[in-house]
């Protein structure tokens, strides 16, 4: 099995209001339960954060038997190391790059973004657990992103 894990999440500072236009919703956490499960309902509605009409997150079963999940514009909260199990994809809404003009920045309103909820500002910190430092699970509470098996997918995340 071969594992490795995405980094360079967002702060939500970094990307609420970048272009004026209106930003768009902010989720919690409950998408993580889609993706470190192991089923996949078609369609799964969210619920904003601060109420009102969410978005929909979707889900295929692909000819090669890998979940597919297609993510809504918003901001989605992020708080540990969420493991993807083999054979996933998770889909944003646009693709944040355009192939014309790389440094153009794309609509916030479109976009899909992760954005981690807690963090570490400790340089000293042990991550790695030596020294039998950390118990089991600390470290996936500091290492905020995703740790991805094999035949899996991430694409348009902003």
Not at 24 to 49: F, R, S
Not at 131 to 157: C, E, P, Y
């Amino acid at each position: 099995m071969s594992i490795r894990s995405v980094a360079g999440l967002v702060t939500a500072s970094a990307v609420l209001g970048a272009k004026g236009d209106a930003a768009p919703p902010k989720y919690d956490l409950a998408w993580k339960e889609l993706i470190t499960g192991t089923g996949c309902a078609p369609e799964t509605a969210m619920t904003p954060a601060d109420g009102g009409v969410g978005g929909v997150i979707t889900c295929e079963q692909t000819s090669e038997g890998q979940r597919h999940f297609k993510f809504p514009p918003g901001y989605f909260d992020i708080d540990e190391q969420v493991v993807v199990p083999a054979g996933t994809i998770i889909e944003g809404n646009a693709d944040p790059n355009d192939p014309a003009d790389k440094t153009r920045k794309p609509d916030p309103s479109t976009q899909t973004y992760f954005v981690a909820t807690t963090g570490v500002s400790d340089p000293e910190a042990a991550y790695c657990g030596t020294g039998n430092n950390l118990r089991q699970g600390d470290a996936q509470k500091l290492r905020i992103g995703f740790l991805l098996n094999s035949n899996t997918v991430v694409k348009h995340i902003n």
